[in-house]
């Protein structure tokens, strides 16, 4: 059965994968609520740093302070598997072999004209590519020291963002917690 969404899903990447995200995570999630309020948040990876029950348990005391249901995808950082699973269901890993990627693209080949957008997180940074006319976003600066994207690799720094889709019109806001960028650490 599908879930029913609000107007706005939010998608916050990486929230807790770097010493310092109880300072940023708290106010990027409290921008993005006051902004949007997403009716779910979907977090693709490193919802911990290193994966520990005490992590997870600290994690979720942030997480019941907003109304949204928060949907959550296993990340490098998040192991052990069966320590992330107790908190947050069952686990989906993701790889990245060249095998992973061409079935990833058939799914996408088949469903094309049902897919808005794909979110991806790991790297710290926002990037945005096209397959077919579909967005691949990069967003994963909800809680770690955000890096900007180089040609080369990471070059400078960016805000702490989180994203937002609009679930009616298709529209992906990129959200920057300009605030916290512009004080120093």
């Known amino acids: 059965m599908a879930e029913s969404f609000g107007k706005y899903v939010g998608i916050l990447g990486d929230p807790a994968c770097r010493p310092g ?23 693709p990876g490193d919802v911990t740093e290193w994966g520990m029950v005490t992590e997870h348990e600290e994690m979720l005391e942030y997480c019941r302070k ?9 990340g490098d950082h998040d192991s052990p598997t069966n320590v992330f699973e107790r908190y947050w269901g069952p ?31 790991h790297i710290h940074s926002f990037d945005r590519k096209e397959y ?11 809680g770690a020291a955000a890096r900007g994207l180089g040609v080369d690799g990471y070059e400078g720094t960016r805000p702490f963002q989180a994203m937002a889709l609009d679930t009616s019109s298709g529209e992906i806001h990129l959200l920057e917690d300009e605030e916290s960028f512009n004080q120093p650490s």
Not at 66 to 74: D, F, G, I, K, R
Request: glycine share 6%; aromatic share 14%; proline share 5%.
């Open 132 to 142: 077919r006319g579909i967005p691949l976003i990069v967003t994963g600066a909800g």
């Open 66 to 74: 907003y109304p949204w249901e928060w949907l959550v995808a296993m």
């Open 21 to 43: 995200w109880q300072k940023n995570f708290p106010r990027i999630a409290d921008l993005l609520w006051e902004t949007y309020q997403p009716s779910h948040v979907f977090v």
């Open 91 to 121: 686990a989906q890993k993701n790889g990245l072999s060249q095998d992973c990627t061409s079935r990833f693209l058939a799914v996408l080949d088949d469903l094309q004209d049902q897919v808005q957008a794909c979110f991806f997180g």
